[in-house]
């Protein structure tokens, strides 16, 4: 099976970084796209930053500017450096990567289980 886990996450001032990490383990045959969404308190999960199997990136727009997705295929890891934190940026963090399986040559959807960002003084 596959398994996705985030580290990164913490406390930090506003106006502070923070760089999370995500690595995928498991029978991986290949990994197309990866991404980072976040879920504050009471509110729906949304997109924070997508970057396909060729390195092309997307970002939400209240994130542009702050925040830089990338990946390391060899490590099977997506990385978000996340810098001028605010606030409104608290959130758990959750990555998904869309991949093949040895087992399973579909793409399919796998969730890491989401690391806590707090952005507070």
């Known amino acids: 099976q596959v398994q996705l886990v985030e580290s990164g996450g913490g406390l930090v001032q506003p106006g502070g970084s923070l760089r999370l990490s995500c690595a995928a383990s498991?029978?991986?045959?290949?990994?197309?796209?990866m991404g980072w969404y976040r879920q504050a308190p009471g509110k729906v999960r949304e997109l924070v930053a997508l970057?396909?199997?060729?390195?092309?990136?997307n970002y939400a727009d209240f994130v542009k500017g702050r925040f830089a997705i990338s990946r390391d295929n060899a490590k099977s890891t997506v990385y978000l450096q996340m810098n001028s934190l605010k606030p409104e940026d608290t959130a758990v963090y959750y990555c998904?990567?869309?991949?093949?399986?040895?087992?399973?040559?579909?793409?399919?959807?796998?969730w890491g289980k989401g690391t806590l960002v707090t952005v507070s003084s």
């Open positions: 970057i396909s199997s060729d390195g092309v990136t």
């Open positions: 998904k990567m869309n991949l093949l399986t040895t087992l399973n040559l579909r793409g399919m959807d796998y």
């Open positions: 498991g029978s991986i045959f290949k990994i197309n796209y």
